[in-house]
């Protein structure tokens, strides 16, 4: 028996599989990386199969350079995951592999590669003293039982109030697989790891013998790569890790949990539009285990799958510690009043509530001091000049800010386009309501949270590790203080600004609001402190409001979930959303305007087209941004039509020049 002549490889470039020869080297494996030329470079790939012959001219093949056999291949379910994602994500197959690997792996070896290589198998493992578990109450043992006692592919909605203690139900499940089989593998997505430190330190605290490592994008690339080592060498047993860490490539994943499924940082925002709960539950099915998705707002589309009967739900209906009571919730009718940043009865609930030693939460959507600085006389606003966002006023830095290019200005002495000196700021963010309270309250001692005052890990750890002490008064801060920290202090929650979120086009911004406002509510009243959440509002009667004060998620799921049965939108259709962005908006509008006709020609009666329309955000970074929508009844109808239009668009037109332009799959946000 001779051995292959060929191997066929996959390389990080819009490019099919490649073929070439074998030569006289080490015969690679499938799954193994190798250096190979292509064009002048010479580029690391994935070898996805071995074969006796090739279609590509003797005179025209070329040879793989280098395998790199010194770690274990790549096994066939992690390409088999990676393949899914670029197909249904519509992206080469190569492109999407190796993108998932840490740059280490990805680029050519540098000269010292072995060496650093045996390096990064030194895992530094920090000595944490061990914390055994406590006993669950019977919901949270009923649900632990139900997943550790699955067999296949078992997805479980593991759907619990905030403070009902779901972390305690993943580690109980975690040990039970970990103790059944001593090759088992854990992976444990969470939304945003730098403002889950508690979860992380818990995970770590209860498997102190197992070897827990993280994945997100803080991490040094030395540090990637010596995690991402450890997972693939079956050395680490637990993952902890934001949505990179779903393509992590393990030698026996077991089991798969994603905390807070439903927040939107689980969907990729660039690159690889994914959505790394979906991929987390393919993964699930293919090594056929458990996938347990924890929410106390579960997304529409989980809620659905519970509903008709796929996922098996799991309720965690009372805090988990006894004496914790739910927080009374009351709207405070703000239409009828003059604007003020604090109405009447919150300021005395505030100032009662740190009288009597409790902690005071303030929450508002909006990071900086004012959205914008406006002129009295003719109404100029602060806009960027690269985006159709207005600026929003930094006063501590006295700047004004694009937060969506990142832009910063100076502030103007007067208004350049009447002359008027005064220019005032109007609205509130974070920075402003700071200043208010420490206005109001010159004896409390103040803390701001957001993503301006919080850059790093350490610096968010310092912040909620002086909440927890009890050294604030009063928090003010943005969705930040949301996630799930154990305040133990705060006996009131102030939401200043709900409204905007309201008013947003976004399909989903009602069902975000909810998630965020009981996220935040449930802040208050953890422990034996009794809670009271205040909501300002200027639409008391919004039937948002009325779910939220009943605390009945399953009342404002089933409410949505009617009305977007009858609208036919998602989770009852599937979507694509193609966007094109040029340096005018004719261009990229013509654009679109040609991919509908192609795309009417393709559709048939089962696939809708949308008009082409302007983005919401029409000019970001200088490019003016159009996008084009289209639903289909089924997930497998809408990807025969994509595979079929994105080919047509592919076809070279001189008009299309200057023009980029993307499909996400299954959008986020329209
Ligand atoms: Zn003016
Ligand atoms: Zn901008």
Known sequence: MTSPQFAKVIVDAPLPELDYAVGDGVLPRVGDRVLVPLGPRKVVGIVTGLADTTEVPAGKIKSVLRVFNEVKPLRAEWLKTMAFAADYYLRARGEAALSALPPFFRLPATPAYEKRLEKLRELKTKKIAYEPAPVLNDEQQAAADAVSSSTGYAPFLLFGVTGSGKTEVYLHIIESVLAKDPQAQVMLLVPEINLTPQLEARVRARFAQATVVTMHSSLTPAQRARNWLAVHEGRARILVGTRMAVFA????????????????????GEGMRFSARDVALKRAFDNKIACVLGSATPSLETWQQVRIGQYKRLTLSRRAVASAHLPDMQLIDMSKRKPAVFAEEVKEAVTQAIEAGGQVLIFINRRGYAPVISCTACGWVTRCVHCSGFTVFHKTEKRLVCHHCGSRYGVPERCPVCGNAEILPVGTGTQRIEEAIEALWPQARVLRIDRDSVRSKSAAESAFESVHAGSVD??????????????????????????????????????????????????????????????????????????????????????????????????????????????????ALGFLRRARSKAEALAGDDVFVYEPVPMPLMRLKDWERGQLLVEAGSRARLHAFLAAWSAAMSVPDSRDAGTDWSIEVDPADI
């Open 249 to 268: 490539s393990f030698q026996k994943l077991s089991l798969v949990i994603v905390d807070e499924e439903h927040d939107p940082s689980y969907k990729a």
């Open 474 to 587: 009063i928090v003010v801060g943005t969705q930040m203080i949301a996630k799930g920290h154990d305040f133990k202090r705060v006996s009131l929650v102030v939401v200043l600004n709900a409204d905007a979120q309201l008013m947003s086009p976004d399909v989903r911004a009602e069902e975000r609001l909810y998630a965020t406002l009981m996220q935040v509510a449930g802040r208050a009243g953890r422990a034996e402190r009794a809670g009271r959440v205040l909501i300002q509002t200027r639409y008391p009667n919004h039937p948002v409001y009325d779910d939220m004060k009943a605390q009945s998620y399953e009342r404002f799921a089933e409410r949505l979930l009617r009305e977007r049965e009858e609208a036919a939108s998602p989770p009852f259709c599937r979507q694509a959303l193609l966007t094109a962005q040029a340096k005018t908006l004719d261009r």
